[in-house]
């Protein structure tokens, strides 16, 4: 079963670690997602790995053009955003 079929997700922190790996069983769920970072290495490696239900975008969450440019990003490749995995996170 394909429980996040045809979703739409954003998961910060994707670039590496526990948000890689949710970004990749969201896919193997069926969902399309994007993988947002500051990591820009990893984040491409992780779509690159993941293929093309997947897109790259920078974002820094403490910053609020960046979120909303990931869900921008979200609503223009996939045609909306039906989940924010909110994984990022660092010293304040």
Do not use: C
């Not at 984040?43 to 440019?69: F, L, T």
């Not at 990003?73 to 010293?91: E, H, K, M, S, W």
Request: proline share 1%; hydrophobic share 45%.
């Amino acid at each position: 079963m394909m429980r996040l079929q045809d979703k739409v997700a954003v998961i910060t922190g994707a670039g590496w670690g526990f948000g890689e790996a949710m970004a990749k069983r969201f896919t193997a769920e069926g969902a399309k997602v994007v993988v947002a970072d500051i990591n820009d290495d990893g984040g491409e490696r992780v779509v690159s790995e993941i293929g093309d239900n997947a897109r790259y975008v920078h974002a820094d969450v403490r910053k609020g053009a960046d979120v909303a440019n990931m869900i921008q990003t979200a609503v223009d490749t996939f045609g909306r955003l039906d989940i924010l995995f909110n994984n990022a996170g660092g010293p304040a």
